[in-house]
């Protein structure tokens, strides 16, 4: 009864300290890679289609998180942290049971918990684990560390239970699993073999004879990743990094650069300052560059390797190490050279070793100094609760860095100054924030810090650095963008279609240069360009929704409303294509298509999708609304928008109108029209 109340009080220590140290990450906002995961991803809206995706029990949690509520991002949060909260409790339920196997002859049987609980919390509230938890997309890989440790904790518990089969068939299901959450869960196999060479059989033939069945059961599972990779055969889900660059790495080269990524992994997992959520790490030149970095892992790697062959333990959480890596940080290149989640489950073997070690030379210290040994326990405890309190105070202060994609993009680029991929997110920050004039400022010195100047004789060449050639046309594009919104398209003509001469199939440009023709009111070949973003990529929501635009613009509206129902299938959480529809339901000159009571519901929706606080959104169901004869009601709320337009400065807004048609004057003029009883209708234009 006391070991049980024990237990439960470290698992509540646990469950603390992991949550106090995500407190601060509810209302951080998607990020890079959450958007082509979650955010922009038809799959998540479409029934059950992410059963079919190449990672579907990873996707499946997204789109459970999805039909609970949709892209409230503080459920997907939740969500990451409950994840972290159970492995981390796994991780310790796997150290605690092997310091109490017979392996160890009862040398553990006092302080296996403490110590358990010690590594799991030092683990859990880790800054390098912070990657894999608040980042939300990355949830790949804590949910793939998750079930590695249940299947583990399977495989150990199997040992002493009279149901042993129960347990070797839950580690089985954890590996099936996990490999629908990442192929990097093939290592499972190897590390449960492994763990049972090292602290469970007698002798390697003792293991072959007892629990062949188990071992090849567990190998079997490697068949899913082989009907995967034929079902998916094509199909990519790594989409962060710079994939069509690394790909051009031969092995040798990744596994080289990768020498100086370890090292600093080992680094950060001592040492966890200057952390960034994307390294841009360059290939390195030679051999020579990461000399020591590879002498160092030579020395762990081989030392691993004697301790592991002798079935010591410290053995086997450097095999753990080096095998949980193997993956993503060896021979096989990658969609980007360093990443802080893939320290996820390796992390485990160097917090293991660092407590472990740290207990071991410090109780032989204290018996060699006679000190009472009640004194050691508590210098035990004092040292791991400050250490803990450290590890938590590092981790909640780098989650600030996820606050906001602006602050974490500034973040990046402080620590990776030519992180041109990052350079790009910041510009795209500032102008959803509607700030353009400093987007333009940041779009310009992004430019000038791509393109060097050198001598080649006595002319002057424009050079591109490093990364600058794979990154140059979406500066390019990106610029151009950056003149648009600050009502300068004619100028962005020259960015952009610089930007599709160099990169022909990039749909966003296609789109930047549709948009630019449609601000010049050149709209068939703004019309062209979309039709081409569309044919690149069919669910391309922003090329829908513009597409809409110009026919609306164009006089189409029969179409107009037809392109963007099509955005709206694709995106049915867009507040912003939620009022583009609506208005065209409620104001189109064309009575044959008006909806009063779809266009009521679409703006009410967008209304709530954007917290009652969007000017745009409560104008456009104040014309719904006085469509639907509603004209007291329509009256107070557009007397609310016009309330929140009062308090903000006017900007330009690449829909043609200030502040996307949410001036002052506007909204005046459709009050005056609501208080005498008549419904706002935009202008009949000619259809072309």
Known sequence: MLKTHTTLVQVSILCLVGLVSYLNTFNSPFLFDDFQTIVNNPSMRQGWQVLFCPRPVGDLTFRLNYAVGQLNVADYHLTNIVIHLLAGLLLFGVIRRTLLLPRFAGAFEGPAGWLALVSAAMWLVHPLQTQS????????????????????????????????????????????????????????????????????????????????????????????????????MGSTSDSTGDSMFVKQLSPWEYFVTQWGVIAHYLQLSFVPLRQCLDYAWPMADSVHQVLWQGLLLVLLGLSSLVALARRN??????????????????????????????????????VATVVFAGYHLGSKLWKAAAWPGGTFAAACSILAGVAIAALMGVTVN????????????????????????????LVSSLLEQRRPGEAEKESRALLERMVKIQRDGTNEVQVLSGMGSFYYPSALSQRGLVLIHLGRAQESLEYITRAVAIRPGEKEMHQNLG??????????????????????????????????????????????IKSYRRALDLRPDDASVMCDLAWMLATTPDNALHDPNAAITLASNACKATGWQSARALDVL????????????????????????????????PSGRP??????????????????GKPWREPLKADK
Request: proline share 3%; net charge neutral.
């Open 622 to 653: 104040a014309a719904a609304l006085a469509d639907a004869g509603q004209f007291a009601e329509a009256v107070k709320t557009l007397d609310e928008a016009l309330r929140i337009v009062s308090e903000r400065v006017p900007v330009i807004d």
């Open 515 to 560: 948009l630019a023709f449609f601000m010049l009111k050149r709209y068939d070949e703004a019309m062209r360009e979309l039709d081409l973003a569309v044919k690149l990529s069919p669910a391309y929501t922003r090329a829908h929704g513009l597409r809409a635009t110009v026919l609306e613009a164009m006089g189409n509206h029969r179409e107009a």
């Open 313 to 350: 333990p410290f053995g086997y959480l450097g095999a753990w190490f080096f095998v949980c890596l193997g993956p993503t940080s060896s021979f096989m290149p990658t969609g980007d050279m360093a990443f802080e989640h893939r320290m996820y489950l390796p992390l485990a073997g160097v």
């Open 133 to 232: 938890v608040t980042y939300i997309c990355q949830r790949y890989e804590s949910l793939m560390g998750l079930f590695t440790l249940l299947a583990l904790y399977g495989f150990v518990r199997s040992g002493d239970s009279a149901r042993p089969r129960l347990w070797v068939d839950m580690a089985l299901a954890s590996c099936i699993l996990g490999m629908g959450v990442k192929q990097n869960m093939l290592i499972v196999p190897i590390l449960i073999l492994l763990y049972d060479y090292v602290f469970v059989a007698v002798s390697m033939s003792e293991l072959i004879r007892t629990r062949w069945k188990t071992h090849v059961a567990l190998f079997a599972t490697w068949l899913v990743l082989v009907a995967q990779t034929f079902v998916y």
């Open 659 to 676: 502040d996307g048609g949410m001036d002052k004057e506007s909204l005046l003029r459709r009050m005056d029209s609501y208080r005498g």
């Open 398 to 425: 780098r989650n600030y860095a996820y606050a906001s994609a602006e602050t974490m993009w500034r973040d990046v680029i402080e620590k990776s100054p030519d992180n041109y991929r990052q350079r790009i997110a």
